[in-house]
């Protein structure tokens, strides 16, 4: 069973940065794609950003050229730095974690809230 713990969230101002922490325990962090979606009010959760092992990256259109997502393998935490951040990146920001071979994402952390004043 792998445990998600974030960090990081806040309060910022348009245009600003953040950085948020994803820590994982539980399982071999090695053996694990890892992905941060985002849930706004009123609105359905969506990816925002996902590593995964033996393909790379992708992101979530809104957020292309402004959010990387990384691992640091020898700290069990991913990391997704955002900048140039807008109003509209408001939401509860949830790390995920899932088997290399798996479809679905079964591990999910309580959330951080990320606030973009204008």
């Known amino acids: 069973q792998v445990q998600l713990v974030e960090s990081g969230g806040g309060l910022v101002q348009t245009g600003g940065s953040l950085r948020l922490s994803c820590a994982a325990s539980g399982g071999i962090f090695t053996f694990y794609d890892l992905a941060w979606y985002r849930q706004a009010p009123g609105k359905q959760r969506e990816l925002v950003a996902a590593?995964?092992?033996?393909?790379?990256?992708n992101y979530a259109d809104s957020v292309k050229g402004r959010f990387t997502i990384s691992r640091d393998n020898a700290k069990n935490t991913v990391y997704l730095q955002m900048s140039s951040l807008k109003p509209e990146d408001t939401a509860v920001y949830y790390c995920?974690?899932?088997?290399?071979?798996?479809?679905?994402?079964?591990?999910w952390g309580q959330g951080t809230q990320v606030t973009v004043s204008s």
């Open positions: 590593i995964t092992i033996g393909v790379g990256t």
């Open positions: 995920a974690a899932k088997v290399v071979s798996a479809r679905e994402w079964p591990y």
